[in-house]
């Protein structure tokens, strides 16, 4: 009824039992389930994202120790579950997305036509709302009910689960420490643009006034963003089916052919920091795995800045600000590598 004691066991006899055939990769596992566990049995808040998040860990130790084939299996159902539940909660308390009257219906559907025909939303509404960037919310208070960036926090989560489904179907050979690499390829900031890019989505963005003079409708951080929010979107307008069948013609895409996308001057892409900086981790240290704390840190209510660090165990390794909770992540992990490159450690 509880895995502490297994946890526990395993973390124990790790040098002597473990190790050899699991390595730091399932040491870190197993260290992020133990601590998720002291947390929840300690009364933490602990919130459907978590429960994924959770849920995703425990898949993949049970791949790393070659459990079953039907526990893995199930587990992915309940990840499935868990996202349903999580798409729900968003609907309820966070996006709060209000019906439009039939005439102002209309007029979305008119302007947005084409896009439209490669995403038949059932609620145009919805899909006009994860095109509105929070520069263009701030601006025109009259015309936008709300900007995208709660689509956006789903749509990652749903990108997350169906990119991962998609890579356990592709190809039974590989191990996970490749499919963790391949998902965070399939789902990269600048992977993500491109698929945006291809659909032309920075033409029906709506963005400030500033944002659109600098080229935002060009930029690999907005329409990354936007794509994520439009698959939130989308999601909730049409269901977890309609999504899968949209998005893996673009990750079968992906797969084959690779990215010749350039970054734009102002956008910092810096692609995959997050996942080499676990896999240093993973390779070097026998500590828990990389843990991001970061805060809103101030800026204009329409421009935000966040401030990320980056810690294994109690020790920072490095820190970054950005306009997003994701891209401060990012710059902290990226941070992070630097330091240990120019201490000869990578």
Same mark, same amino acid.
């Given at each position: 009824?509880?895995?502490?004691?297994?946890?526990?066991?395993?973390?124990?006899?790790?040098d002597?039992?473990? %190790?050899?055939?699991?390595?730091?990769?399932g040491r870190a596992?197993?260290?992020?389930?133990?601590?998720?566990?002291?947390? #929840?049995?300690?009364q933490?808040?602990? !919130?459907?994202d978590?429960?994924?998040?959770?849920l995703? *860990?425990? @898949?993949?130790?049970?791949?790393?120790?070659s459990?079953p084939?039907a526990d893995?299996?199930?587990?992915? /159902?309940?990840?499935?579950?868990v996202?349903?539940?999580?798409? %729900?909660?968003?609907?309820?308390y966070?996006v709060?997305?209000?019906?439009?009257?039939?005439?102002e219906?209309?007029?979305?559907?008119? $302007?947005l036509?084409?896009l439209?025909?490669?995403?038949p939303?059932?609620?145009?509404?919805?899909?006009n709302t994860? =095109?509105t960037?929070?520069t263009?919310?701030?601006?025109n208070?009259?015309?936008?009910?709300?900007?995208n960036?709660?689509?956006?926090?789903?749509?990652?989560?749903?990108l997350? +689960?169906? *990119?991962?489904?998609?890579l356990?179907?592709?190809?039974?050979?590989?191990?996970?420490?490749?499919?963790?690499?391949?998902?965070?390829? =399939?789902?990269?900031?600048?992977?993500?643009? $491109?698929f945006a890019?291809?659909?032309?989505?920075?033409k029906?963005? #709506?963005?400030?006034k500033?944002e659109?003079?600098?080229?935002? *409708?060009k930029?690999?951080s907005?329409?990354?963003?936007?794509?994520?929010a439009?698959?939130?979107?989308?999601?909730l307008? !049409?269901g977890?089916?309609?999504?899968?069948?949209? &998005?893996?013609?673009? +990750?079968e895409?992906?797969?084959k052919?690779?990215?010749? +996308?350039?970054?734009?001057?102002? *956008?910092?892409?810096f692609?995959? !920091? %997050?996942?080499r900086?676990?896999? #240093?981790?993973?390779?070097?240290s026998?500590?828990?795995?990389?843990?991001?704390?970061? &805060?809103?840190?101030?800026g204009?209510?329409? /421009?935000?800045?966040?401030?990320?660090?980056?810690?294994?165990?109690?020790?920072q390794?490095?820190?970054?600000?950005? !306009?997003?909770?994701?891209?401060?992540e $990012?710059? @902290?992990a990226?941070?992070?590598?630097?330091?240990?490159k120019?201490?000869?450690l990578?």
């Amino acid at each position: 009824e509880d895995v502490h004691p297994l946890l526990a066991l395993m973390l124990k006899q790790w040098d002597k039992v473990f %190790k050899e055939n699991l390595g730091y990769a399932g040491r870190a596992l197993v260290s992020e389930l133990h601590e998720t566990r002291n947390n #929840w049995a300690h009364q933490s808040p602990f !919130s459907t994202d978590d429960a994924y998040r959770t849920l995703d *860990s425990i @898949a993949r130790l049970l791949k790393n120790i070659s459990a079953p084939d039907a526990d893995i299996v199930e587990i992915e /159902k309940q990840k499935q579950e868990v996202l349903i539940i999580l798409s %729900k909660e968003q609907a309820r308390y966070e996006v709060r997305h209000t019906s439009v009257s039939s005439a102002e219906e209309s007029k979305i559907r008119k $302007k947005l036509a084409e896009l439209l025909q490669t995403l038949p939303f059932q609620d145009a509404s919805l899909l006009n709302t994860a =095109l509105t960037h929070r520069t263009y919310f701030y601006e025109n208070p009259k015309y936008a009910r709300e900007d995208n960036e709660r689509l956006e926090f789903l749509g990652d989560a749903v990108l997350t +689960f169906l *990119s991962s489904e998609f890579l356990y179907n592709l190809d039974s050979e590989k191990d996970e420490g490749e499919l963790t690499r391949l998902r965070s390829n =399939l789902v990269d900031e600048k992977q993500l643009a $491109k698929f945006a890019t291809d659909l032309d989505i920075g033409k029906w963005m #709506w963005l400030g006034k500033g944002e659109t003079e600098s080229g935002g *409708s060009k930029k690999l951080s907005l329409l990354s963003n936007t794509f994520e929010a439009i698959i939130g979107a989308y999601f909730l307008d !049409s269901g977890m089916e309609s999504v899968r069948s949209f &998005i893996k013609p673009l +990750f079968e895409a992906a797969i084959k052919e690779p990215i010749t +996308f350039e970054s734009d001057g102002d *956008s910092k892409n810096f692609v995959d !920091s %997050k996942n080499r900086f676990q896999e #240093w981790v993973q390779a070097n240290s026998d500590s828990t795995p990389p843990k991001y704390v970061t &805060i809103h840190a101030g800026g204009a209510p329409h /421009k935000p800045e966040y401030l990320a660090k980056v810690y294994v165990g109690e020790k920072q390794y490095g820190e970054g600000t950005g !306009s997003s909770k994701k891209e401060a992540e $990012k710059q @902290a992990a990226e941070d992070a590598l630097a330091r240990l490159k120019k201490r000869g450690l990578i």
